[in-house]
């Protein structure tokens, strides 16, 4: 079955705690994305990778981290996580050569105390 | 009221060949960006380009930003059938990049 996995799913610490988020798709896509989602905002994106070693920033990059080492996997690293990220994270992936469909996981709740 | 504007509204071509799409707006931008949307389904981001950058690449795309026209291009290059969708660019102007405005689109249609 085609699907974008996060984890955890929830998670609640501690000001300058670091934290990663993991997220792992099995459709061999190229393209992979982090996105935060925050009461009347909606969907903002964090970071992009095209393909493999190859990152970018996208609207609110700041106070993450990402890398892409391998094409399925793809984490998001809060090295010292503050109370304004605490919110909805969502890793999303699309194949590079289609763009047709872009498949989003199921979401993980972040609260930073 | 809208920020971002298409043109062409509506783009045919054969198979093979590129497609060029444009996008104007009125103010200074943090940043452009292009989506792509299929007929009943949701957008996908393709790519982001800054203010302070010129052009980007990714695969057949090529995206290009020119600050002082206040415009930018997507090249799709060697298209194909299943380039067929709607591209919009999305700028983003706002203190806190939360104040996106999407342009009505160009509807792309590519022929086998």
């Known amino acids: 079955e085609a699907q974008v996995t996060q984890n955890p799913r929830y998670l609640i610490t501690v000001t300058g705690k670091k934290l990663t988020v993991t997220c792992s798709q099995n459709?061999?896509?190229?393209?992979m994305s982090w996105y935060r989602q925050d009461p009347g905002l909606g969907l903002r994106q964090i970071y992009y990778?095209?393909?493999?070693?190859?990152?970018d920033k996208g609207d609110v990059p700041e106070g993450y981290k990402v890398s892409r080492k391998e094409k399925r996997n793809f984490p998001l690293i809060l090295e010292s996580p503050s109370p304004n990220q605490t919110s909805l994270y969502f890793c999303?992936?699309?194949?590079?050569?289609?763009?047709?469909?872009?498949?989003f996981g199921p979401g993980t709740r972040l609260t930073v105390l | 009221s809208q920020q971002g504007e298409e043109d062409p509204q509506a783009l045919s071509i054969q198979e093979g060949e590129n497609a060029t799409m444009n996008c104007s707006y009125k103010?200074?931008?943090?940043?452009l960006q292009w989506y792509r949307q299929n007929s009943g389904r949701g957008l996908v981001h393709l790519i982001l380009?800054?203010?302070?950058?010129r052009e980007k690449h990714s695969g057949r795309l090529r995206v290009t930003l020119d600050t002082s026209k206040k415009s930018s291009s997507l090249l799709i290059t060697a298209s194909r059938a299943a380039d067929t969708a709607s591209y919009f660019c999305?700028?983003?102007?706002?203190?806190?990049?939360?104040?996106?405005?999407f342009g009505a689109g160009t509807r792309l249609t590519v022929k086998p």
């Open positions: 459709m061999n896509h190229e393209y």
């Open positions: 380009i800054r203010s302070n950058e």
């Open positions: 999303a992936s699309t194949s590079s050569d289609a763009f047709d469909t872009q498949y």
């Open positions: 103010t200074s931008i943090n940043n």
């Open positions: 999305a700028t983003d102007a706002g203190p806190n990049n939360n104040d996106m405005r």
């Open positions: 990778s095209m393909n493999v070693e190859v990152t």
